[in-house]
Structures are given as C-alpha cells and as structure tokens.
C-alpha cells in the first residue's frame, strides 16, 4: 500500500472551503440525498411564482383552445400536434412533468372530443402498454439499488475496483475512481443514487492523493455519465433498445460504446488540467477530517452477495442478447436480481421484499407519469392522427430530405428536453419522429445515435443541470462552473464523433 499523501501541497496549509451560501448548501443537501430518488415525487421542480403563475396561464389557456377545437375541427388533424406542443413548452418552462403530462393529456381529450367512456378504455389499455412497462423498469431498477445498498454489494463493487486498479499514482486513481463509478451507475442504472454510495468510499482516496474537490468532481461526472450511457436496464437505454428494435450489443458497438470509450479518454486529460487548474487556488482542497474517512460498515455476506449479482447480471445481459428479449424482459431479470442478490446477502423474503418496496416507492411517480404518457400516445395515434396528415401533406417535401440532416437535428432537438427525463424524451421523440426517419431510409444504427444523444447529450451541457449539481454536492465541491467546462469538454467531442458516425451510417 503507498503511503497516502498530504491532502495538500507541501507548504500549503491546508484551508476549509469558504461558507457556501444557502442555496449552495440546500443544492449540496438534494445532491446528498439522491436527486432522482428523493421526496415522493422524482419530477417536482421548484419553481419561483412568477414562473408558477406563466404556467398556470399557459396551462389553462392551451385547455380552453383545445376545447374550442374539439367542436370546431374535423379528425385526423394537425392540431393533434397540440397537446405535444403544450406538453413541452410547459416542460421547458419548469412545470412539474407529472403535472405537465396531466395537461397535455386533457387536452388531447378535449380536441377529441370522445365519452369518457372511451377515454377510461384508453387508460385501461396503456397500462399494458410498452411505455408503462418502461416506467415500471424505472421502478424496479430503483427497488434493485436498495438491495444493493443494504446488502454492501454496492460498497464492494467500489472497494474491489479500487484495490484492482491500486493508488500508485494520481493517473491510476482518476482511472479507479471513474471505472467504479461507471461500473456502479450502470449497474444501478441511476446516477445520483450510485454516486451517493460510492462517494464515502472514494472521498478519502482522492483527499489523500492530493486531488481538489472539483477534479474530484470531474472523475465523478464523467465515469457516472459513461456508465449511464451502458446500463443495461436503465428505463431510457431499455427505451432506445425498443424505439430502435435493436438488441443490446448493437447498442453498445455503435451508440453507448464509443461514448464511454471517448468520456474516459478525455477524462484522464480533462481531470489533470482540472487539478492544475484548481489547485492554484489553494482553496479546493479537502480537509485532514475528509481524507480520513469514517469506518466502513461490516457486511459479511457483501462477498458472497456481490458476486451472485454480478455472475447474474452477466448471465441476463447475454440471455438478453442471444434471444433477441423485448422491453418484458427486465420485467423479470430485476426482482430475479433483488432476489438472488439478497438471499445471498443474507436478506430474509421480507426484508428483500420491504427493500424493493422502500427503493421503488422512492420512483412512483415515474410509473404515473409513463403511463399518462402511454395513454396521451395512443390517443393522438388512434384519434387525432396528425402524423398521417403531416406524411400525407409534406410526404413528397421529406421523401427528397437527406437522412443526415435529418438525424442530426433530432439528435440536437433531444437537449431541448429535460435532463433526467431521459427515457421520456425517448419515447416522446420516437414517437413523434420514428416514423418519419425511417421514411427516410434513417437506419436502425443511425437511429440508436439520434436517440442516445437526443437524451443524453443535455447531461453534458451547454447548460447546468441536476446529474451535475449531484455530482458536484456529492465530491463535496461548490463550484458549477468547473463541473460545467468538464460536460463541455466532452460533450463537443462527443458531437463531433457521433456526427461523423451519422455520415457514415446515413
């Protein structure tokens, strides 16, 4: 083992980081927490009220106007584009999505004009459609992270990474610390929550190495990203998967593989000018009480745990693959892998059972809002049918469209959408423009590039979000700007990549 380091430059002395302001800390504090998973609802957002007020406006009035089209306008119609129209500006201006799918479902109803007989058979049916099982992937696979937590799986995933690649030096610790959280977050398949466990654990390793807390940042955001980018039952990849009709090693080669190649690489350059960057200052790093840590909690089954996660995890991903499974199959391989994962641990039936609960409660109000979302889909597929009207007004016009041009700027419409929503964005996206790009001889491949980046490409930048304040709370940092160029120095790359793999594919 080498000997640890100073947390601070010899001849620093070592400075606490100045007091955060409110905000900063009641940011640091969500981040803490788990962005994604905490409070009942995972999509509320604040908002001043002013903003609440706009809202408000915009909400009732795009409800009155689709009412009046309801008595007014023949079906199929273009103003069954409305309610997706509504839906995002309300998105965008900062509307709880839950709420703002709500609205926008209503006014589908209203430019309709159906019984509200045949508006209950439409919920009925899309609870056993395709985007609500997506929801409930989100929610088992948030019931899976709680198994993994209270059985120390987690924590040895992390520790075992650690002790794999050594802390010889400050190169092999960037690399330890990205490699964990990637291979956490992927296998959680939520960012915030894996990074919340893993932060404890890697911490005091960085600390001791000397790293600031923004470089610290940096590895964290970057390695969680590419693993996000490669879980393989995360709800927007399992969205991808199903848009695209690929299996997921197709995935991997021409979508989520050459992201996370590309993130680690610029990582291992990106992360040493961040530290050169920062340590200037003299005020990043982290303290002595920082570095030391605090005990690791004892699970003494986490081995045996672990390693029936992992030979399962594997085994379900393969299966996967051979057999071509649909979006059902994770259905089954998640509380397969709660399960198994727990009896090994040592977990009793009703502690598994009580975990599943605890951790998938946590997420609720996605499964609510894919399924009012499935039920807005099938009511402008079945009754507005404005993407009929639209083929067969503008058919000629797109059929002479190149598919470049055309993947591309679907591909940079998906940043218009909301970080954190990724598997929503998906659907919505696939939904609205699937048909028309394949119209356009879009291929499968190209297809997967156009909706990975559409629904990840907003984690990087150009604009703060939640995975990166998560980030940025959780290494302890106060600094949004550094967290900022870090996305940025991946995201422009990364454009520049899947653009020339678009050429080549369209």
């Known amino acids: 083992m080498p000997t640890s380091r100073p947390t601070n430059p010899p001849g ?36 001043s009220p002013l903003r609440r007020r706009i809202c408000t406006v915009v909400a009732l009035l795009g409800l009155v106007f689709s009412a009046v089209l309801g008595f007014t306008v023949d079906k199929p119609t ?6 997706i129209l509504l839906y995002a500006a309300l998105c965008l201006l900062g509307m709880d999505l839950v709420v703002g799918t709500i609205v926008a479902l209503v006014s589908a109803v209203f430019i309709a004009g159906k019984p509200p007989t045949a508006v209950a058979e439409v919920l009925g049916t899309s609870l056993g459609d395709m985007v609500t099982m997506i929801g409930l992937i989100i929610v088992l696979g948030a019931g899976v992270g709680e198994i993994l937590r209270v059985t120390g799986v987690a924590d040895m995933i992390v520790s075992a990474i650690m002790r794999l690649v050594g802390e010889r030096n ?52 970057v390695g969680g990203c590419a693993g996000l980018a490669l879980a393989p039952f995360a709800g927007s990849n399992v969205a991808i998967l199903t848009a695209a009709d690929v299996n997921y090693l197709t995935y991997l080669r021409v979508g989520a593989g050459p992201l996370a190649v590309l993130s680690i690489i610029l990582a291992m350059i990106i992360v040493p000018w961040m530290q050169r960057r920062t340590a200037a200052t003299g005020t990043d790093f982290y303290t002595a009480e920082e570095a030391a840590g605090t005990a690791a909690k004892s699970y003494p089954k986490a081995g045996r745990a672990t390693a029936a996660f992992v030979l399962l995890l594997v085994a379900s991903v393969v299966y ?30 009703v502690d598994i059972a009580t ?36 083929l067969d007004t503008f058919g000629t016009q797109l059929s002479h469209m190149a598919g470049f041009p055309f993947a591309v700027a679907i591909g940079l419409l998906g940043w ?81 990549m899947y653009a020339i793999l678009l050429a080549v594919m369209t």
């Open 355 to 390: 975990g599943m609960y605890r951790g998938g409660s946590k997420l609720l109000s996605i499964f609510l809002l894919f399924w009012l979302l499935a039920a807005l889909f099938m009511i402008i597929d079945q009754w507005l049918k404005p993407y009929d009207v639209i």
């Open 12 to 47: 620093r002395a070592a400075k606490r980081p100045e007091a955060a302001t409110a905000p900063q800390e009641k940011e640091r504090e969500n981040a803490s927490s788990g962005d994604e998973e905490s409070g009942g609802n995972a999509y509320a957002v604040g908002l």
């Open 78 to 83: 273009m103003w069954g584009l409305l309610p």
């Open 170 to 221: 400050r190169h092999m610790v960037t690399l330890g610390v990205m490699l964990a959280c990637l291979v956490l977050v992927a296998s959680l398949g939520t960012l915030a929550g894996a990074l919340a466990i893993a932060a404890p654990i890697l911490i005091p390793i960085t600390a001791r190495m000397g790293f600031t807390r923004s470089a610290t940042a940096s590895m964290m955001f």
């Open 320 to 349: 996967a693959t051979i057999t071509n499974a649909g979006t059902a199959f994770p259905l089954l391989a998640l509380p397969l892998l709660a399960i198994v994962t727990g009896y090994a641990g040592g977990l009793s039936s």
């Open 416 to 496: 218009v959408g909301v970080p954190g929503a990724t598997a929503a964005q998906v659907v919505l996206l696939d939904k609205v423009f699937g048909g028309i790009g394949a119209s356009l001889g879009v291929s499968a491949s190209a297809w997967v590039i156009v909706l990975l980046w559409a629904s990840k490409g907003d984690t990087y930048g150009p604009f703060p979000n939640a995975n990166m304040i998560g980030a940025m709370g959780l290494a302890r940092s106060q600094n949004m700007r550094n967290v900022l160029l870090t996305g940025w120095l991946v995201m422009l790359p990364a454009c520049v």
